[in-house]
Structure formats: C-alpha cells, structure tokens
C-alpha cells in the first residue's frame, strides 16, 4: 500500500509503501536527492506510519546517486527518537550501488543503535530475509 511519495523536479524520488504481506515499511530512495530533500522524505516517514506503529523498515537507498544524506546529527536528534516513540525497532538499510556504503554506516552513534537494530546490506533480498528473521 503506497502511504506516500515524494518526487523532486530532478526526478528524484522517495517512496514510502506498507507491505501488508511481509509486514514492514519500505522507504524506496531514487536519483540525486539532496540533504533539504532527505529531510523531508523522512519526514514524511514519520507523519505517514503514526498509525501503523510498524516496528520493521527497509530503507532501500540502492537507487540513490551521488552523495547520501549526511546529517546523521539530525537523525540522531530528531528523527530516531521520534520514529522510536511510534514503534520502529529494526531498520533493514540497503546502501547505494555505486558507493556500496554511506555516511550512515560511517558514523551511526553506537548509543541510537541500542534504540534501533540498525543492519547494513548490501542486496534488499539480504535486508529482507534479516526483517523475516526478525519477525520470529
């Protein structure tokens, strides 16, 4: 079920969908999307699952071009506490094809991990069976 999706002029795009069959969240990120973009897009996230309180979310970057969100600061402020509060607990992150990694799996505080199960990867299909996995 789409929940929503948030496209830029460049053609850039963040797409939020509830997979009712497997039980979590994909946020799907596309193109060229810069820092003022990223925020809102998980922005979006949050004002989107409030009343889903889904505990699992693929953050699915593999499309993603050119440098990824850097304000790991404000995800550790703002937005994790917040996505906390409405129930996520496991975060599947798939990193970039062309970068194979980002600042997020450089510099993720240790202590916002001990409120989130954050797991790196490489493939969705690995993120997915780690969210499988999880579920059990």
Same mark, same amino acid.
């Given at each position: 079920m789409l929940l929503h999706s &948030?496209? @830029?002029a460049d053609g850039s795009r963040c797409t939020l969908t509830y997979e009712e069959k497997n039980g979590?969240?994909?946020a799907t990120w596309s193109g060229y999307v810069?820092?003022?973009e990223a925020m809102r897009g998980a922005e979006q996230y949050l004002h989107n699952v409030q009343p889903l309180?889904?505990?699992?979310? &693929?953050? @699915?970057?593999?499309?993603l071009r050119g440098p990824w969100f850097d304000s790991v600061e404000?995800?550790?402020r703002a937005w994790v506490p917040h996505a906390f509060r409405l129930g996520l607990r496991y975060?599947?992150?798939v990193v970039?094809?062309?970068?194979?990694?980002?600042?997020?799996t450089l510099r993720f505080p240790t202590h916002v991990v001990g409120l989130l199960e954050l797991q790196i990867f490489h493939s969705v299909a690995e993120a997915e069976q780690w969210l499988r996995s999880c579920q059990h």
């Open positions: &948030l496209s @830029d979590w969240l994909r810069d820092p003022l309180r889904c505990p699992y979310l &693929l953050n @699915d970057n593999l499309a404000w995800l550790q975060v599947a992150h970039q094809a062309d970068t194979r990694t980002d600042s997020l």
